[in-house]
Each structure stands twice: as C-alpha cells, then as structure tokens.
C-alpha cells in the first residue's frame, strides 16, 4: 500500500513538472514569434513596412516629433481627466453637472488626438509614392478597424 501511494504521488509529479515544462515553452515560443502593435507614428516602422527612401524619412520627421509630443499632452490631459471624473465619481454624493465636465475634457482631448492622427495620416502619404501609398492605405485600415474582424471590413 505505501510503495503505491508513493507511486501515485511520483506520477503526480512528474505529470506537474511535464505540465510546467510543457506550458513555458509553449508560451516562451509563442512569446518570441509575437510582434508588438505598431502604431502609425512609428516613424520607423513606417520606414521598414513602406520601404521609405532617405528624402521622405527626413521630410517626416520633425512630424512625427511634433505629433508623439503632443500625442503625449494629450495623454496626460485625458488621464487627468478620468482621475478627476473617478474622484468626483467616488464621492457619497456626486455631482452630474463636474462629472459632464470632466467627460466633455476626456472627450475634446480624445478628439483632438484623432484630428492629430487623421493630419499625420494625410501628410504622411503626400510623401509616399503610389505604391506605397497603398500599402500605407491597408495599414491604416487595419489599425483602424483592428477591433473588426477583416471578414466584416
């Protein structure tokens, strides 16, 4: 009985350390084959996907400087925001008329954010050749439409 109990409880364990071993490599493989999101301002991720030559790279840049400045005030300001609106929120008694307010700022900051992207967009295929200028087309569609499944684009 106790050379079977120490049986059950060795094939336990080594079941548990297949287990383990099996799941971190499968994720360790995964992990490496993964590619991070990126975003439409990546100057130089747009330079490797659209083959960029120097003279558009050099024309793009002081945009792109500009644009992840203020792509990072307008962060701030949103956040600031929605600490302000939880804070109201979390008050025994709050009031609608600050919560509005502060839901009127998330949004004009969230707004403003998107004119700035819808500009950088433009401004970044005045400079792009036809044929990367499509490809920059499906890029944009993909990220923007990234919580639509492509079936339904």
Known sequence: MKKALWMMMVTVLVATAVSFAASRWLVT????DRVAI???HDLA??????GLTADQVAALEPEAAGL?????????????ARIELGTELARP??????????????NAAQAESERLMLDHILKVRAVLTE??????????CDQVCSMVPPEDR
């Not at 991720?45 to 659209?50: F, P, Q, Y």
């Not at 044929?131 to 087309?137: E, I, L, S, T």
């Open 29 to 32: 493989r995964t992990a490496a």
């Open 38 to 40: 990126p975003t439409l």
């Open 45 to 50: 991720w747009l330079e490797r996907e659209l």
């Open 68 to 80: 992840s400045r203020r792509f990072d005030e307008l962060c701030a300001a949103h956040c600031d």
């Open 93 to 106: 008694a709050p009031a609608a008329g600050r919560c509005r307010e502060w839901l009127e700022k998330m």
């Open 131 to 140: 044929a990367q200028a499509q490809r920059y087309g499906r890029l944009v």
